[in-house]
């Protein structure tokens, strides 16, 4: 198999039709047994059809006909958009996302509705109401969470590029555990609009894919400044795919000893060797210190429990056929009640509003860490995915996110996007930055 | 797993969270953007023709007159 | 029996698309569900739009209309959470409030703020409409200083005014909800919703106070509780019962960035407010010297007080308030009209003056002139003279109608050299007709005076 980036040429000049590549992954989707994809656009074929029109005309956009997987919780008008649960089930999309726009608007073909974890919360991808996902890279062994649909149709073959959503680290977990690239872009990068919510104020949709350059180049589709929704950056001129070079010549990188200490030991030996790689591409690498990273998962549950309660108000039985708390997993059910038990007036100073307060502290001692060097680079996860079915409790579960969900809590600068995807060269796919 | 125990293990993992946060006395960090006044003009209304047909096939109850259908109030029962 | 009672007044303001969304804020005249999108019906992934800076200017207005002072920290939109059918994300928008400590006619205005109107629910037929759904509202909270129905209704009557002279809320009317509190010495505070008028108001309150004196003479207590007014029979039932407050779990949300009132904002908005009508009211009777009746009655719309105002320049005060408290109004009345929709120039008004004051016309002529103005929409010496209505004159034609009119009404001569003074009227009133109005009825009583005695003699 070749790069994305060859594909595209042979689209572009016709060597492939976008129907035949549509064609060929709807074959395979149909034989898969990893349940990455839940529904598939039944119009993708007539969709490839006008693409390759446009093509021969020469007016083809960026994505000319390339598959594009879309994670269950983004709405894609016409497709089942049920977050994988039970009380979104007969949902079809009423509208587009903007990142669905977006796509469509560059000639991608939205290829099908991936799986996931129920409603985003997860980090193995076994939560779904239509069952666990599969991990294509390692046998038996979870996908990790919870865009996990999205990293398994790129891990096995099944779509070009996939989209995801990354709150606490849901497109890089899954990406780490199935050998793939994912980024989560910088908060408020990317547009929202369409986007059901897990947790709104850290939720991102961001990219997945075999190799940096597609993921980027997705990444530059579906980024950008929208003003048809309040939280927004204001960022023009997004082009990741031409800043790809190996040279790290002047890059202060830090590393934090903290993850360290938090990781398994076969995952650090893995970081080693690569930050290793990283000084030999000419990279200065610092040591810097969190001394409060074990204060960042609380702060990031507790706060994200009451955006999700919120959130799920809507699915309360009048609409949509089912009362969320009536039909959801337990993974659900517990985030609700600890979410509408925190945010009662009584008890919002000793949970939610002093989580707030941490997230303050966290904030800064990240942009504190920041401060002289260009980009933090560590491990996605602490430990190796535990086998599919394995019982862990709900804290261990969260407790994949302990080096995933520090980063979106702070207004990093958008220009480290394009350094994080150098990593590339790399080779190492455990690797977060 | 029964409500009961989801309630009890929630309450369990909140105590367990709330026990590593410790103290902190700071001003609460609600957004990570930091901007003010971000509004949009009035403009000219925009009509959504095809939502409306896919909102009402989407909805579990309408009737012929195209309202959506929620239960009867019990005040005027 | 001490009573005191606080009003929650809503009402929405004119913009032309929703608070949070692009959607028509019309919804009366559209068919169900048809101005709606995925925001404003709360569609999964649906985030709003940034707010609609006109809703949140006219917001601040209204609460400077109110002597309140604007709020300069950074305000929050805050998610309200509760469920109701006609809520379709589950929470309310509603901002933090955007001023404090105001007030009107001595009643304090303990805070106005803006939020999102919710759709329409029937709880009769459970039908949801959500064409209304994010229509902007202005929510402004008095302190519980009211102590009568029909102190209450006073104050929304003036409260309505003062919205009308801002310009900023819906012009159709009929938009206004009210939530009272009302408690009586003794009792617990109830809550009374879905009232949608000023009568509804006060005829809510009666109801109470009735129903909570029969409670108490009976021994028995009133209960903390939210109560509904069914209109139709004019009458507060029972919601639900109120054991403790309602936990709404506000949060920030977190899709909507605070909105920060600056210096500027308020200083460019305090320029251009209108005089609020009380005020304008008490300025007309010191100022122009004009009857307090007169002057209540000018000052209930903005454009007709402008209009006496302009008016007043040229002719004498009180004539004009006269003119306009009677003639004007009387129009207004008799067509359901504003005088802004009337057609009714302040130009017109002098002109038709003048005429009449320099004896151009008769009174007659400028009443009906006046009646004409809403229909016409011209100007009164154009009407006039399109229609020959300018007075006659000419004494010798005046002189013949009346020698007409004594000979053919015999018997009115008779009776009114009989004694029956008022017999005369009648027969001014047949040369007025002959003359088509245009005679000067003094001057036609004067000839036929004097014809008639001339004949006693």
């Known amino acids: 198999m070749g790069t994305l980036d060859e594909k595209l040429h042979s689209l572009r000049a016709g060597e492939i039709s976008a129907e035949q590549n549509i064609q060929n992954f709807l074959d395979k989707i149909e034989n898969e047994k990893y349940n990455a994809i839940l529904y598939v656009n039944s119009e993708a074929l007539e969709e490839a059809r006008n693409v390759d029109r446009k093509i021969k005309q020469g007016r083809a956009g960026k994505l000319s006909g390339l598959a594009i997987a879309v994670k269950s919780n983004i709405n894609v008008k016409g497709l089942k958009t049920s977050c994988a649960s039970k009380t979104l089930e007969n949902y079809s999309a009423t509208y587009d996302a903007t990142v669905i726009e977006r796509i469509r608007r560059e000639d991608g073909i939205v290829i099908g509705m991936a799986n996931m974890d129920e409603f985003a919360c997860g980090s193995s991808g076994e939560t779904s109401y239509f069952g666990p996902i599969l991990n294509p890279a390692a046998r038996g062994r979870i996908p990790g969470g919870s865009s996990s649909g999205s990293a398994a149709s790129i891990a096995g073959g099944l779509s070009d590029l996939a989209i995801g959503s990354d709150t606490g680290g849901s497109i890089r977990n899954p990406a780490s555990h199935c050998g793939i690239i994912g980024i989560k872009p910088t908060y408020g990068l990317v547009p929202r609009q369409g986007l059901i919510d897990l947790a709104m104020s850290f939720d991102q949709i961001g990219t997945l894919g075999r190799d940096v350059y597609s993921t980027a180049l997705l990444l530059e589709v579906i980024a950008g400044y929208s003003k048809r929704e309040a939280v927004s950056r204001k960022v023009e001129n997004l082009d990741y795919t031409s800043k790809l070079t190996p040279d790290l010549e002047g890059y202060k990188i830090g590393y934090v000893t903290e993850f360290e200490e938090l990781t398994d030991r076969r995952i650090n030996s893995e970081i080693k060797k690569s930050l290793e790689k990283l000084e030999m591409q000419g990279a200065e690498l610092v040591e810097v210190n969190l001394p409060n990273l074990n204060k960042a998962l609380p702060t990031y549950y507790l706060t994200t429990f009451v955006e999700f309660f919120s959130a799920t108000r809507k699915y309360d039985g009048r609409r949509y056929g089912y009362k969320i708390e009536d039909v959801c997993g337990e993974e659900i059910l517990r985030r609700i009640h600890i979410g509408s038990y925190i945010s009662q007036k009584e008890y919002s100073g000793k949970y939610y509003r002093k989580a707030l307060q941490f997230r303050s502290l966290i904030t800064r001692e990240l942009l504190e860490a920041l401060r002289d060097i260009d980009l933090i680079a560590g491990p996605t996860t602490p430990k190796l995915p535990h086998r599919l079915g394995e019982k862990i409790s709900p804290l261990d579960m969260y407790s994949y996110d302990v080096l995933t969900v520090q980063a979106k809590q702070v207004k990093s600068e958008i220009s480290l996007l394009e350094y994080s995807f150098r990593q590339n060269l790399l080779k190492n796919r455990r690797f977060s930055m | 797993m029964t409500q009961e125990k989801i309630k009890e293990e929630a309450e369990k993992v909140l105590e367990e969270l709330s026990l590593t946060l410790g103290e902190v006395e700071l001003e609460e960090t609600y957004y990570v953007l930091k901007d003010v006044n971000v509004l949009r003009d009035d403009g000219t209304p925009e009509n959504k023709k095809e939502f409306r047909k896919l909102a009402l096939k989407n909805t579990s109850k309408i009737d012929e007159d195209g309202y959506f259908i929620a239960e009867v109030g019990t005040w005027v029962l | 029996m001490k009573i005191t009672i606080g009003l929650e007044i809503h009402e929405q303001i004119a913009t032309n698309t929703k608070l949070f969304c692009n959607c028509s804020t019309s919804y009366r005249e559209v068919k169900p569900n048809s101005n709606i999108c995925e925001i404003c019906t709360g569609m999964p992934g649906a985030k709003p739009m940034p707010p609609n800076r006109k809703a949140i200017d006219a917001a601040i207005e209204i609460a400077l209309m109110f002597n309140c002072e604007i709020i300069q920290e950074p305000v929050y939109i805050q998610r309200k959470h509760y469920s109701y059918p006609d809520l379709p994300s589950g929470y309310q928008r509603t901002s933090l409030p955007i001023a404090k400590n105001g007030n009107l006619l001595g009643i304090g205005i303990w805070e106005v703020h803006f939020e999102e109107d919710p759709g329409k629910y029937d709880p009769v037929t459970g039908r949801v409409d959500y064409n209304r759904s994010g229509v902007p509202l202005v ?312 014809k008639v005695e001339g004949v006693m003699k």
């Open chain 3, 139 to 450: 929510e402004i909270v008095t302190a519980p200083q009211l102590h009568s129905p029909e102190e209450a209704r006073n104050f929304l009557r003036e409260l309505t005014k003062v919205l009308q002279y801002t310009g900023k809320t819906r012009e159709e009317g009929g938009t206004m909800r009210v939530d009272t509190n009302i408690s009586l010495e003794g009792g617990a505070r109830v809550e009374i919703k879905n009232i949608n008028s000023v009568r509804g108001a006060y005829k809510a309150l009666l109801f109470e106070i009735t129903r909570q004196k029969n409670l108490m003479t009976h021994g028995r207590s009133v209960k903390r509780e939210t109560r509904a007014f069914i209109e139709s029979q004019m009458i507060t039932r029972a919601m639900r019962v109120k054991e403790e407050a309602e936990d709404y779990r506000y949060i920030p949300d977190p899709d909507l960035p605070p909105v920060a009132i600056t210096n500027e904002k308020i200083e460019y908005i305090k320029n251009i407010l209108p005089e609020a009508p009380h005020l304008k009211e008490k300025r007309f009777i010191v100022e122009y010297k004009i009857k307090a009746d007169d002057a209540k009655i000018i000052a209930s719309e903005l454009e007709l007080a402008n209009a006496f105002e302009k008016v007043a320049m040229v002719i004498p005060a009180q004539q004009a308030a006269s003119w306009i408290r009677d003639e004007v109004r009387r129009i207004l009345e008799y067509n359901g009209i504003s005088f802004k929709n009337s057609g009714i120039e302040p130009d017109y008004i002098i002109e038709l003056l003048n005429m009449m004051n320099s004896g151009k016309i008769t009174v007659r002529t400028a009443k009906k002139v006046m009646e004409l103005l809403p229909e016409l929409r011209k100007s009164p010496r154009i009407i006039v003279e399109e229609n020959s209505w300018v007075k006659i004159s000419d004494e010798n034609y005046v002189e013949a109608a009346c020698e007409d009119a004594l000979k053919e009404n015999p018997g009115a001569v008779k009776d009114y050299l009989s004694g029956k003074r008022e017999a005369l009227n009648f027969i001014v009133g047949r040369v007025m007709s002959k003359t088509r109005g245009r005679a000067d009825p003094a001057r036609v009583l004067e000839i036929l005076r004097k």
